[in-house]
T-cell receptor
Framework: DAKTTQPPSMDCAEGRAANLPCNHSTISGNEYVYWYRQIHSQGPQYIIHGLKNNETNEMASLIITEDRKSSTLILPHATLRDTAVYYCIVSIQGAQKLVFGQGTRLTINP | GAVVSQHPSRVICKSGTSVKIECRSLDFQATTMFWYRQFPKQSLMLMATSNEGSKATYEQGVEKDKFLINHASLTLSTLTVTSAHPEDSSFYIC???????????????FGPGTRLLVL
């Protein structure tokens, strides 16, 4: 079973920052938080992952709370092409499996 | 970045026939590949884990005799849907794990998916 809870849908205006929350209150100390997204009719795309420190890459930023029970994915300047379903997944290294929950359907509006 | 391809991208077949879907890692060697199935408006469901040179590990409820998986090389895994029926119509997605990815062991790279329609 998925160990994360995400809002089913969100809207964001083009050019604004999109903040996608994820709750993972039962996360273990050795579990990482991964974010993937799936644009309609395509395979999922890796975005970012982290353990406890905040992370940033060319796509997004990941903010993990100090207790690690929740995190927020930030798309700093959302574009129409960021419209997708965003999945937050927790997994330990070496577990191999990624268990996908229902994700958040993010719609970027012009 | 790592690239995974799938072939075909779309296939229509008659009920009772078998369909083979290929998954290839194009620029890395994947010791482990995964097969997922996704029904409309639903999330991805893991079907099986495929390790090169050994038998696949199937998730509970997935019929191994119906969904044959072969991972004969470090860059190719195949999924064969045998005796396909209309209820097997779905979006099949593979992924591959790059053991040397700087992004970490659990980063999976996904193929573009194969849409199967069984008439």
């Amino acid at each position: 079973d998925a160990k994360t809870t995400q809002p089913p849908s969100m809207d964001c205006a083009e050019g604004r920052a999109a903040n996608l929350p994820c709750n993972h209150s039962t996360i273990s100390g050795n579990e990482y938080v991964y974010w993937y997204r799936q644009i309609h009719s395509q395979g999922p795309q890796y975005i970012i992952h982290g353990l406890k420190n905040n992370e940033t890459n060319e796509m997004a930023s990941l903010i993990i709370t100090e207790d690690r029970k929740s995190s927020t994915l930030i798309l700093p300047h959302a574009t129409l092409r960021d419209t997708a379903v965003y999945y937050c997944i927790v997994s330990i290294q070496g577990a191999q499996k990624l268990v996908f929950g229902q994700g958040t359907r993010l719609t970027i509006n012009p | 970045g790592a690239v995974v391809s799938q072939h075909p991208s779309r296939v229509i077949c008659k009920s009772g026939t078998s369909v083979k879907i290929e998954c290839r890692s194009l620029d890395f060697q994947a010791t482990t590949m995964f097969w997922y199935r996704q029904f409309p408006k639903q999330s991805l469901m893991l079907m099986a884990t495929s390790n090169e040179g050994s038998k696949a590990t199937y998730e509970q409820g997935v019929e191994k005799d119906k969904f044959l998986i072969n991972h004969a090389s470090l860059t190719l895994s195949t999924l064969t849907v045998t005796s396909a029926h209309p209820e097997d119509s779905s979006f099949y997605i593979c992924s591959a794990r790059d053991p040397y990815s700087p992004r970490g062991l659990e980063t999976q790279y996904f193929g573009p998916g194969t849409r199967l329609l069984v008439l």
